[in-house]
């Protein structure tokens, strides 16, 4: 539709991050209903288990806790969690601290130890919540779903080296073509906001052959994105939109430029 504009009503396009087990059992019979597609991006290695869900962990983490600590720069660091509004402070100071000052590979291994700190096994939280391979498999074949690449271990690719970079997004191709029978043309960056994604990365997907890439950037889809499908913006139906006169001013399209210092067509 982008490419080859035709007159009508308006067109959305739903997507989901993740590939969590919800899209199958909760989201798929309400699209069924509407007879909605959706594309599902999955990254194979939260499908089948070897990366961890970290930041759901993180969270059950703090939920439990009065106090966390974690060790920053060598020192130890102790985070009030006893009442809601302070686990919700630290929550976003570690956040903050595991995806600006930690390599994306170190996250998991040190959010697993923290866990075992605090009592939880770290297999039994986040992993749960993510399809396997057959529940995966299974939803592709329905008629209205789609399913696309999200890297392989779901990296803020904008932190790795170029080479590392494109090979998450190519071997997230290759992994999927082998466990599902078909090669995704489509992709989602991981996290998708400015830090995560820029114009290297837009690039790096096109030469991993993806006909589109999708960021989280606030945004419209205009006739002028067909020069930038690797680029494209969505709307983000998360917990804080989704009243459904939110999401009616959204599709309006009066938010994209708010958010965007004045922009109508939301890129990189």
């Excluded at 069924?32 to 594309?39: G, M």
């Excluded at 686990?87 to 100071?93: A, E, G, M, P, T």
């Excluded at 995560?196 to 096109?206: I, T």
């Excluded at 002028?224 to 599709?251: C, F, K, W």
Aim: with cysteine; charged share 25%; glycine share 6%.
């Amino acid at each position: 539709r982008i490419a080859k504009p035709s007159p009508g009503s308006p067109v959305a396009t739903i997507t989901a991050d993740d590939a969590y087990r919800d899209n199958l059992t909760e989201a798929l019979p309400v699209l069924e209903k509407h007879s909605a597609p959706i594309t599902v991006y999955a990254a194979p290695g939260l499908v089948d288990g070897a990366v961890d869900v970290w930041w759901e962990l993180l969270e059950e983490i703090v939920a439990r806790a009065d106090a966390v600590s974690m060790r920053i720069k060598g020192a130890s660091t102790v985070f009030d969690c006893a009442t809601t509004a302070a686990k919700r402070d630290s929550f976003v100071r570690i956040m903050a601290h595991l995806s600006e000052d930690v390599s994306e590979q170190d996250q998991r291994d040190i959010v697993r130890a923290m866990a075992r700190q605090s009592g939880i096994d770290p297999n039994l939280v986040g992993r749960g919540n993510v399809m396997d391979w057959d529940q995966l498999r299974r939803m592709a074949r329905h008629p209205l779903v789609t399913v696309g690449a999200h890297t392989v271990h779901h990296y803020n690719l904008k932190r790795l080296a170029r080479d590392h970079a494109l090979a998450e997004m190519v071997d997230a191709a290759a992994r999927m073509a082998d466990e599902m029978g078909k090669r995704p043309r489509h992709m989602a960056f991981p996290y998708g906001f400015p830090s995560a994604v820029g114009q290297r990365e837009v690039e790096l997907a096109e030469k991993a052959g993806f006909a589109s890439a999708v960021t989280t950037r606030h945004g419209l889809i205009r006739s002028e994105h067909a020069r930038h499908l690797r680029a494209l913006p969505r709307i983000s139906l998360n917990g804080r939109y989704q009243d459904v006169g939110y999401v009616r001013t959204m599709l309006s399209g009066v938010t994209t430029p708010l958010a965007n210092s004045g922009r109508r067509l939301v890129t990189v």
